[in-house]
Nanobody, 119 residues
Framework: QVQLVESGGGLVQAGGSLRLSCAAS????????MAWFRQAPGKERQFVAS????????YYADSVKGRFTISRDNAKNTVYLQMNSLKPEDTANYYC????????????WGQGTQVTVSS
C-alpha cells in the first residue's frame, strides 16, 4: 500500500504561481509512474501531467502545456507540479496518483489539495 499526501495548494491571483508537492510512502517510489489530476466542482476528473519513474519522460494536457511542469525527486519520494501563469479555469482540487508500470490504471491516490485562482 502506498500513501500519497499532497500539499501546496491555496488561493492565488490570475497570473500567479503555485508549487504542489506529493510525498509518497514506500521503497518502490522510483518504479512508479506518477501523475497529477484535477477535478473542478461539477466536472469530471481531468489528467494534468505525468512523469516516468526516472523522470526522463513527461506528458501534459494541452490545457497546461507551457505553463505547468511536473518533476520528481526519487531520493525524497516526492513529485512536484510547478504551476505558472495560473488562470481561473485552473481552479480545482488537485490529486496526485501513482501507477505500477504493469497496471493500466492508477493504483493509489492522494486526498487532494485545493487550488483556487481568482480573476
Amino acid at each position: 500500500q502506498v500513501q500519497l499526501v499532497e500539499s501546496g495548494g491555496g488561493l492565488v491571483q490570475a497570473g500567479g504561481s503555485l508549487r504542489l508537492s506529493c510525498a509518497a510512502s514506500g521503497r518502490l517510489f522510483s518504479t512508479y509512474l506518477m501523475a497529477w489530476f484535477r477535478q473542478a466542482p461539477g466536472k469530471e476528473r481531468q489528467f494534468v501531467a505525468s512523469v516516468t519513474g526516472a523522470g526522463s519522460t513527461t506528458y501534459y494536457a494541452d490545457s497546461v502545456k507551457g505553463r505547468f511542469t511536473i518533476s520528481r525527486d526519487n531520493a525524497k519520494n516526492t513529485v512536484y507540479l510547478q504551476m505558472n501563469s495560473l488562470k481561473p479555469e485552473d481552479t480545482a482540487n488537485y490529486y496526485c496518483a501513482a501507477r505500477r508500470l504493469r497496471d493500466n490504471e492508477y493504483d493509489w491516490w492522494g486526498q487532494g489539495t485545493q487550488v483556487t485562482v481568482s480573476s
